[in-house]
Nanobody
């Protein structure tokens, strides 16, 4: 019913850049919040950057001043510009959205399939 499709991952050398994109499609009444999470091998999934329902952006300390979150809510799209990438940024990046499909009351969590980001040293 609701799908999140990510793109833009890949292999890059340390210091390089990548831009991730996520598009939400399907039956959408409202998107409350959107964000990017990542999961490194052997570690738990962590929030990298996200927009709250109030529209403010928050970033993990490890990516501040390197990553920039942006959105095109008319297109139900979320972007993550990643600059000065480091090997520790390696992981699978997942797009997340809180989506209501039938009204304002109930929002549910939806996840994309993930896109691999690998940063070589």
């Amino acid at each position: 019913q609701v799908q999140l499709v990510e793109s833009g991952g890949g292999l890059v050398q340390a210091g390089g850049s990548l831009r991730l994109s996520c598009v939400v499609s399907g039956v959408i009444f409202n998107i409350n919040a959107m964000g990017w999470y990542r999961q490194a091998p052997g570690k738990q999934r962590e929030l990298v950057a996200g927009f709250t329902s109030g529209g403010s952006a928050s970033y993990a300390d490890s990516v501040k001043d390197r990553f920039t979150l942006s959105s095109d809510y008319a297109a139900n799209a979320l972007y993550l510009q990643m600059n000065n990438l480091k090997p520790e940024d390696t992981g699978v990046y997942y797009c997340h959205a809180e989506v209501a499909t039938t009204g304002w009351t109930f929002h549910y969590d939806y996840w994309g399939q993930g896109t691999q980001v690998t940063v070589s040293s």
